[in-house]
């Protein structure tokens, strides 16, 4: 009799427990429910092969722009090339610079084939206003995987190093072993990616887009979103130059604005011939003094074949547009 009594005790409690569980998870999915219609949450739309899943972020409500419809963050095609809507676009970007206000997350995936069209006044804010989230998303993930560098050498995580050390062209990569990591070696590729894996300066980044992709209207920038004119000697890959179809070269072309962007920031932060602005930059933050886009630029006279005229040609450029006033711009923060 004790033993039945006991079963059907035991037997209350698991019903007891299974009408409790079941009303916790329908209060949990109301709330999911809710949170979704009431709250728009922005998810990345680029990839970054070693950055964490689980990498947190600050949890903060935010503030986009409902009129613009959007896919993964990126701005439906119906609107690029809506003169009208890109107009909007473009004077609520400059309002929020004007205003130090957080930049929204979302994206131009190719410029506008009627950016031509827009009077000049209006078509230099028009590309500003498009490559400004792009730049600022692309340090944004810099920074992330220079924290990750950081961790992996604190964990010791040998594969991700390796696969830093690699991706950053440290020196000797192909001569370091990698199963039998000394201290010092250790030390070595970490002073090495400190350097290297860090942001570029905004004003930077704009006046180099400017001039490499005529304001957004070059044909490599139109047919290829190649914004920086980087060159390729892969067979079959690229954009040929009009008028020598026979060059042993090309001009890279990117799926979009995304790719061409983050390919020009790891090609500034893993190139040797870019040594002296990695140790520039890298001197200005031990000593915490800020970094300008103006004073970064005399450090890539090697991006160009004319030299030291390409240095005067960027910071030209870079007065002449102000473009100074977007180097503390921020993107909005987001849920994740």
Do not use: C
């Not at 709330?31 to 949890?59: A, C, H, M, W, Y």
């Not at 070059?218 to 914004?227: D, T, W």
Request: no cysteine.
């Amino acid at each position: 009799m004790l033993k039945k009594n006991k079963l059907e005790f035991y037997e209350y409690l698991r019903k007891t427990f299974d009408v409790f569980f079941i009303l916790i998870l329908i209060i949990l999915l109301l709330i999911g429910f809710i949170g979704q219609s009431n709250f728009k949450i922005d998810q990345s739309s680029f990839e970054l092969s070693l950055v964490s899943r689980n990498f947190s972020k600050t949890p903060i409500e935010i503030n986009n722009l409902d009129k613009f419809k959007k896919n993964k963050n990126f701005l439906s095609s119906d609107q690029i090339n809506n003169k009208k809507i890109v107009l909007e676009w473009s004077k609520k970007i400059m309002y929020n610079v004007q205003n130090d206000l957080a930049i929204p997350r979302m994206y131009f995936p190719y410029i506008p084939k009627n950016i031509s069209e827009f009077q000049s006044t209006i078509k230099k804010d028009v590309f500003l206003s498009i490559l400004l989230p792009i730049a600022l998303r692309g340090n944004e993930l810099v920074l992330l995987e220079r924290k990750l560098m950081k961790v992996a050498f604190l964990s010791s995580n040998i594969y991700q190093i390796e696969n830093l050390a690699k991706k950053y062209k440290v020196k000797d990569f192909k001569k370091i072993n990698f199963s039998d990591l000394t201290t010092s070696d250790l030390n070595r590729i970490k002073e090495e990616l400190l350097t290297k894996i860090n942001k570029i300066p905004i004003s930077m980044i704009l006046a180099q887009s400017i001039i490499e992709s005529g304001w957004g209207s070059s044909r490599f920038a139109q047919e290829g979103n190649a914004l920086f004119g980087e060159w390729t000697w892969k067979t079959n890959v690229g954009i040929k130059p009009k008028g020598n179809m026979d060059a042993n070269f090309a001009v890279k072309n990117f799926k979009n604005l995304l790719e061409s962007l983050n390919s020009y920031i790891l090609n500034l932060n893993s190139h040797p011939a870019y040594f002296e602005m990695r140790r520039y930059r890298a001197l200005k933050n031990k000593t915490g003094k800020k970094i300008t886009g103006y004073d970064t630029a005399n450090f890539i006279e090697k991006d160009a074949e004319i030299g030291t005229k390409y240095i005067t040609k960027v910071t030209n450029i870079i007065k002449s547009n102000n473009l100074s006033r977007f180097e503390n711009s921020n993107l909005e923060l987001y849920l994740n």
